[in-house]
C-alpha cells in the first residue's frame, strides 16, 4: 500500500495527466520498482511503445514522440525511480532553490533529449533570455563557473578519491576501445590541422595509465588551476593546466597522443595598413584591396571564426567539400538545421555586442538582413545603409539618380535623359524561334519569385504603375558547352539609357593575380573558387519602379503571356551596380573573418580565393559558411579547390615551378578559327568577324602584354575603308561637287551615280583630291572621270600582306600554347642609363649600367658608346628622314639605345641561376626622352623581360649623354665634378642616387654653396636629386609662409620632396629624414672597419651595403612613418 502511495505521488509530482496514469497501470508499470529501467536505450524503446504504439495521449506520431512534453514528464517519473549514485558529501555546494537552473544545468545534463533539434535549443534559449533580461547565449558568456565553482568546494572538503578510469568503463565500451584502429598518418595530420585552428583537442585515453598521482600532488595542481579561474573566466574561455600541471594529474609516466590545439585560431597577425604598391582590385570597393596577407583591420569577428572552425571539424566540411568539388554536386553542403545553427551563433554574439538582430529572411529576397546589418556596422563598413535599400526595394536610376555611396569612384551624371520609353510586345528572334525553351525559362524565374505573371496584360501593369512603365525584349544566348541563357533586352526599351548612377564599379583582372603572387612568390597557394546563383536576380526592385521590367513571351501556340520582374533581371543597366555593392558588401566581410593571409577578388558573382595551402580547407569551408549565414545562394556544382583551376576564363596553374595562366581550350580554338580566317592577303572577310576577334585578342593581351603591340595592325584592319571606284560624267562630277562637304565626305545622294552617303572622295584619275573644287578641273577621258572613294561603313574589308603576317605570327604562338607567368620579379639593385645623339647624316648611342652587388664604383660599371651612319641603318627606319637629319628620328634612336642596353644587362646576367629560373623579370631602365618613355609604358614585344623605362632629367642623364657622344676617355673624373658643380647627377628611382653620391663625396666636402658661393660647415647632399645645399647655416636662411624664416634644407624639401626629404651630411656621415615639419636622424651609410658608425670621421669608412638596401627599400615604400626606432623631433631651423 505504501509502495502504490508513493508511485501515484511521483506521478502527481511529474503533473502525469489521470489517463496517462490509468494507462501504465494497465500496462503494468504500477511502482517505482517497474519503472525502473535499465539504460537510456530502455527508456526510449519503452516511450515510443507508450507514445505510438499504445497511444497513451492522443495525437502522438512517429515524427515527433521524441521531444513530446509527455516524454519529458516520463523523464523524470524515471530519474527518480533510479537508485541514487554514491557521491561524496559536499557541505560547501548550495543545491538549486526550485525554478532555479542548477549545475547539472550548467554541465549540460539536463532532461532533454541526447540529440538537440533546432526547435528545442531556441526554446532554450529563449526561456533563459527571458529570465535572465541581457544575457546572450554564446560561449563567452557562459563560462564553466558551476564546473569551477564544484572543484574548488571539493577541494576544500578534502572528498577527492581516486578511482581508476577503467572500472568506469562497461564491458562493450572496453572491447570498442581495445579494437580501435590506429588513424592514418595522413588523417592524423588533417585533423590535427583542423584542430589546432579551431582550438579543440581531441584525447584518446591511455589503456595503461592507471596509476593514481598521491593526494597531495593532486590537491596541488587543482588549486594552482582555480585560482587563476578568475582570469580564465574574465578571457571568456577556460582553457587547461599547463603542461607540468596535466603532467602531475596524469601520474609519473603519461603517454600523452593528444593535445590542447595551439593556436586557438588562425595565426596571430599584426594590422598592416596598404603599403606603396598598387592597390589590387578586389571587386569589393575602392577602398579595399584584394592582398590580405597582412590583416588591414581589427579582428571584430574572431569569436565568430574559432567557433565556426570547431563547427567544422564536428561537421566535418573539409572532407564534404572535397567530395562536392570531385563529385561536382548540387547537394547543399550544410543542412538546414547547420545553417540554423550558424545564423543563431551570429545573432547572439551580435545581440552580446549591442546589436538588436534576427535571424528573420524578408520575402521576396535570399539575405538574413538584419545580419549583414549588424555585421556591417560592427565592422564599421562604409556601406551600412545598404540592407535597409535591400529590404525595401532597390531603386533603378531612372525616376532620379543613384546617389553615391562611396564604395566606388564617383563619376558625372549627365544632366538631361536621353531617350523615350518604348514597349514592345514580342521578344527577339532567338525567343521566337524556340519558344518552348523560352516558355520553360521564364516559368523557372516566376517559380523562384524573380517574376510575376500578368493575365492582364499592360493595362495591368498601367494600373499598377501608371506611365512608369517600359517593356523590353527577351531572348536567349545558346552558346557551346554552355547553358542557355536568358536576356532581358531593357536598352531596346529606353529604360538602360534613362539609367543614372552616380558610380562606376572596378573589378578584378588577371594584372591583380599577377601582382599579388609576385609580392609572396615564396608562398604556395591555392585556390577556392566559389560562384554565386543567379546573382543579379537576388536584389529586389522598389515597387514603384517595377514597370519598367516588363516583357512578353509568346508561346507554341501564338498566345502572347506579359510578366513583370520584381528582381533585378540580367541586362538591365542597374542589376550590375546593385549586386556589385552586395558582393561588395559579403567581400569585405569574408575578408575580415578569414583574416589569415589570402587574395579575394569577386568577379561579379564569380569569387576566387588564394590561401595558403595549410589553411586552405578551413579557409574555404569559412567562405561557404559566411555565404550560407547570410542567405547567399551559391552554384554548389561550381566549386572548386586546388592548385589547378579556372578563374574569369584563364586556366591557372598554381603547383608548377613556373606557375602560369593560360587559355582553356575552348577559347584557344576560338582565336585560332579566327586568325585563320585573316591569314591569308587579298581575300576579304567580315569587318564585324575582326572586330570579334580582335576584343578577343585585347582580352588575351592584357594577360599576354608582350603581344599587345601586335595588335596595332590589326586595329588598322579594323578601320580600314573598302575602296570603291565610280565612272562619272562631268554633270555628274558638278552634283557631286554639290554633295561633299569639306572634309570630300558625300553627305547627299548623286542622282545616276553609284555613290553613296558617308562615302569619302579620295581621289579622280589618279590625282589626290584635297579641295571639292578640284572635281571640276580633274580630266576627263572619253567625257568620264573614275573616282576612287572610301567606305569605311562596308561589310567587307580586304586583308593586306602585312596584316595577313601578323595573323599567321599569332597563330603560330596560340598552337605552342601561350602562357603568361604569374611570378614577376624586379631586378633590384640596377643603376643602369643610356642616351642617343644625332647630327646630320651621323648619331651615337651610349649607356651605361652597374649589376646588382658591384661595388659601388665607377669602375666596376659596363658601358657601350657606338657610333652610326645613315647607311648602317635600315630604310624602313630611315625613310621619315629623307630630307633631313637623323635629328628627325631620334626616339626611335633613343629606343634602340636603350635595346642595347638591354640587351647587355641580359647578357651579363646570363650566368646567374635566379634570373634564369624566372618566368618574366622587370628592369628598370632610364632615359631622357619622353616619346620614347611614352611608348614604352603603352608595351614592348619582350618575352622574357617586362621593360620599365623612367624619366630622368637630361641635364641628370650626363655620363649616358657623354657615352653617346663618345667622350670615353677621362670620363671617371669628369663625370664626377660635373656631377659635383652643377649638382646633378644620375639620382634615378629607388637607388641611382648612391653611385652618385659615393663618387662626389670627397668633392663635395670642398666644394662651393652654388647660392650662397661659401664653403659650408656642414655640407649636405639631397639624396633624391644630388643638390648641394647649406645646412643650419644663416647665409642661405629664407622667408617661408606667414614671414617664419627658414633653413636651406627645410625649404628643399618642400620642392623636392613635396614636404619629405633624405638628406646625407658628409661631414659627418649622418642621414637625416625631414618630413611636413619634423625632423629625425635615421643613421650612417658609413661604416668603419669593425661595422660601426664613426661620427667623427677619424677612421676610414666604408659604405654599407646593407645599410643602403634599407634605407632605399623605405625610400621606395615612403614607410618612414612605420619605423619605430625614429625618434622625430620639430623642425626648427635646418
Known sequence: MAAATEWNKLLADALVPDPVVSGLKSLGYDSKASFNFESEEVFKAFGKHALVTKKLVAGVSESDWTFHPMLGKLRQVWQACRPAQVAPAVTALALPQPGQPGVLAALGASSSPAKLTVAHRDKMRRDLEAKYTGLYVTEASLPSMSLLQLVQNQCTQKAWEWLPWKKLLSEKAALELHSRRPRSAK??????????????????????????????????????????????????????????????????????????????????????????????????????????????????????????????????????????????????????????????????????????????????????????????????????????????????????????????????????????????????????????????????????????????????????????????????????????????????????????????????????????????????????????????????????????????????????????????HFGCAWAAYWWARVGGAFGRLAHRLLRSPHFLALYVDDLLCLLRRQFALPGACVLVMLACGLGIPLSLHKLRIGTSFRWIGWEFRLATPHCHASLPEDKRSALLQGLSSIARQTVWVSRKSVQSLVGKLVWFTSGARWLRPWLAVLFHLIHKPALRFASLSSCQLQSLVHSVDDQMRVRKGVRGAAVRVGWVVLEAQGSMLRDPEELLHCRLKNGRAWIKLADYDSSMVMVNEEEAGVARFLRGLLETSVCVPLVRRELKGLLCAADAYAEGDFAGLGGWWLLPGSKLELSAANWFSLRIHRSDLPQWFTQSCENGGLQQVICGLEALAQLLLLDGIVQDLGHDPTILNSALVSVRQRCDNMGFVCAAAKGMSLRHFHLKVSHIPGEKNVWADALSRGEVAGAAGSWAAAACVNGTGDLGDGCGWALAQKLCAEAMTNAVQPVCTTTSSIPTLCLLCGTFLCCNSECCRREGEGGQMMGEVTQHAQVCGFGTCIFLQLSNSLVHIVSDGLITCWGSLYLDGHGEEEYNLSRPLYISELRLQQLTQLVREAAFDFESRLKWKKLIFV
Open 187 to 568: 588523417e592524423d595530420a588533417f585533423e590535427q590541422l583542423l584542430l589546432n585552428a579551431g582550438g579543440g583537442f581531441d584525447e584518446e585515453w591511455d589503456m595503461t595509465c592507471s596509476r593514481p598521482p598521491k593526494s597531495p600532488v593532486l590537491e596541488s595542481a587543482l588549486t594552482g588551476w582555480t585560482e587563476s579561474a578568475e582570469t580564465r573566466i574574465a578571457a571568456g574561455n577556460m582553457s587547461a593546466p599547463d603542461a607540468e600541471i596535466a603532467a602531475m594529474i596524469r601520474g609519473a609516466a603519461p603517454r600523452t597522443l593528444r593535445s590542447l590545439g595551439d593556436p586557438h585560431d588562425f595565426p596571430a597577425l599584426s594590422v598592416v595598413p596598404e603599403s606603396g604598391d598598387r592597390r589590387l582590385k578586389d571587386g569589393c570597393g575602392i577602398q579595399s584591396t584584394a592582398d590580405w596577407a597582412h590583416p588591414r583591420a581589427d579582428d571584430c569577428l574572431r569569436e565568430v571564426r574559432v567557433q565556426w572552425l570547431k563547427y567544422i571539424k564536428e561537421w566535418r566540411l573539409p572532407e564534404h567539400l572535397c567530395e562536392h568539388v570531385s563529385s561536382r554536386s548540387s547537394d547543399p553542403l550544410l543542412s538546414d538545421g547547420e545553417i540554423e545553427v550558424l545564423r543563431e551563433g551570429l545573432v547572439s554574439y551580435l545581440r552580446s555586442r549591442g546589436f538588436r538582430c534576427s535571424s528573420h529572411v524578408e520575402p521576396g529576397q535570399p539575405l538574413a538582413l538584419e545580419i549583414l546589418h549588424a555585421l556591417l556596422r560592427l565592422s564599421g563598413d562604409m556601406d551600412g545603409a545598404l540592407p535597409e535599400l535591400l529590404r525595401d526595394g532597390v531603386p533603378t536610376g531612372i525616376d532620379e539618380p543613384i546617389a553615391p555611396s562611396g564604395v566606388w569612384r564617383e563619376v558625372d551624371v549627365p544632366e538631361e535623359v536621353k531617350g523615350e520609353l518604348h514597349v514592345f510586345d514580342s521578344p527577339w528572334k532567338s525567343g521566337l524561334e524556340d519558344p518552348e525553351l523560352l516558355m520553360r525559362m521564364v516559368q523557372a524565374d516566376v517559380d523562384m519569385g524573380f517574376a510575376e505573371w500578368l493575365p492582364g496584360g499592360l493595362p495591368q501593369a498601367r494600373e499598377r504603375n501608371g506611365d512608369r512603365c517600359a517593356a523590353g525584349r527577351l531572348g536567349l544566348v545558346c552558346k557551346d558547352g554552355a547553358d542557355p541563357r536568358l536576356i532581358g533586352d531593357s536598352t531596346v526599351s529606353g529604360a538602360n539609357g534613362r539609367c543614372s548612377i552616380s558610380e562606376k564599379i572596378e573589378l578584378p583582372s588577371l594584372a591583380d593575380v599577377v601582382d599579388f603572387v609576385s609580392r609572396h612568390d615564396d608562398e604556395v597557394w591555392v585556390g577556392f573558387i566559389l560562384d554565386v546563383s543567379k546573382a543579379h536576380k537576388r536584389v529586389l526592385v522598389a515597387h514603384g519602379e517595377r514597370g519598367y521590367s516588363l516583357f512578353t513571351v509568346v508561346d507554341e501556340d501564338g498566345q502572347t503571356h506579359w510578366l513583370v520582374y520584381h528582381t533585378c
